[in-house]
C-alpha cells in the first residue's frame, strides 16, 4: 500500500504502477506480466548440435559509453520519430541532449566497421556480437528510437529501444545475450547503478 502526504492519492501496487506508468489500470497486470516474461516459454532443453554461447563479461563503464557514443554519433533520427518527440513536448535541443537516435536499419556489420575505426571496443557492450564469419555486428531489432541510459556522471551505460507500433513492451533493453560474444542488457547486471 502507499499514501502520497503531499496530494493524498492512495492505492496498492497496481495503482502505483498505473500512476507512475501512465497504464489504464486494467492493462496492468498484462503489463507486469509481459515485464517480467511470466508469459514467456522456458529456454530449450540443449539438443545435440547446438551450443549455447558462452556469457560474455560485461564491459566497464567507459568501455560502454566510448562505444554507445561512438555508434550514436554515426546515426540520425527520422522525421517520424522527431515529430513524435516534439508532440511530446521536447524541443530540438533537448532531443540532441538526451542523445535520441532512430534504430539502424542499415547493414550492422557496415556500422560497426565504422564503429571499431573510432577505436571503440565493441567486447561487453550489451547489443553488439559476432557473426558466423566472425565480424561484429549490432542487434538488428524493429525499428523505434534508441535512448541512451546513463549513470550518474552521464555516461551511456545501456540502449533502450521504444519500439514503433506495438501495444505491449514498448521499451525493450539492447541485448545480445544469445548471440556469439553477445552480452546481457544492462538492466540483468545488479551492481550496475543508472539514474533516469
Same mark, same amino acid.
Given at each position: ?13 497496481? $495503482? ?7 497504464? $489504464? ?24 548440435? *547446438?551450443?549455447?554461447?558462452? $556469457? ?43 542523445? *535520441? ?19 571503440? $571496443? ?75
Amino acid at each position: 500500500m502507499f499514501r502520497c502526504a503531499k496530494c493524498g492519492v492512495s492505492g496498492g501496487i497496481f $495503482d502505483l504502477y498505473a500512476l507512475f506508468t501512465g497504464t $489504464d489500470r486494467d492493462r496492468v497486470w498484462r503489463e507486469l506480466t509481459g515485464r517480467l516474461r511470466l508469459n514467456e516459454r522456458p529456454p530449450l532443453p540443449e539438443q545435440r548440435g *547446438y551450443q549455447r554461447p558462452a $556469457d560474455t563479461v560485461l564491459a566497464d563503464a567507459g568501455a560502454r559509453h566510448r562505444t554507445y557514443s561512438a555508434l550514436l554519433s554515426m546515426l540520425g533520427l527520422a522525421n517520424a520519430h522527431r515529430d513524435n518527440l516534439h508532440r511530446r513536448g521536447l524541443s530540438d535541443r533537448d532531443i540532441a541532449q538526451l542523445g *535520441y537516435k532512430s534504430m539502424a536499419m542499415v547493414k550492422n556489420s557496415e556500422l560497426v566497421q565504422r564503429v571499431l575505426e573510432t577505436g571503440a $571496443d565493441p567486447q561487453g557492450v550489451p547489443g553488439f556480437f559476432r557473426t558466423k564469419a566472425g565480424w561484429w555486428s549490432f542487434v538488428h531489432q524493429r525499428s523505434g528510437v534508441l535512448i541512451p541510459v546513463r549513470d550518474m556522471r552521464g555516461r551511456i551505460q545501456g540502449l533502450q529501444l521504444r519500439l514503433d507500433n506495438t501495444e505491449n513492451r514498448k521499451f525493450r533493453w539492447i541485448s545480445s545475450v544469445e548471440l556469439t560474444g553477445g552480452c546481457g542488457s544492462l538492466h540483468t547486471w545488479p551492481e550496475s547503478r543508472v539514474s533516469w
